[in-house]
């Protein structure tokens, strides 16, 4: 990190803040990538619990129709 130009105070105080509101901005951006990460994989896992749970209910349905008999091979 380089150091300030030891000239005026408000020249360096101007150098800081630029440099800190360079620095919020870019926490921002990568907050908003991360929000949007979330919410991608949280849609990811409630989609595949919807499909774990249509493939067991179709899978009990299967066994019931089966009958008890052909049941045991099933599983």
Do not use: H, S
């Not at 979330?38 to 595949?48: G, H, N, P, Q």
């Amino acid at each position: 990190m380089p150091k300030a130009p030891r000239g005026r105070p408000a020249e360096r105080y101007r150098l800081k803040y630029n440099r800190l509101r360079r620095a919020a901005r870019a926490l921002v951006f990568e907050n908003g990538a991360l929000c949007d990460e979330v919410a991608r994989l949280e849609a990811k896992f409630l989609r595949a619990r919807d499909e774990r749970r249509f493939l067991l209910t179709r899978l009990l349905q299967l066994r019931a129709l089966a009958g008890p008999e052909e049941a045991g091979g099933i599983w």
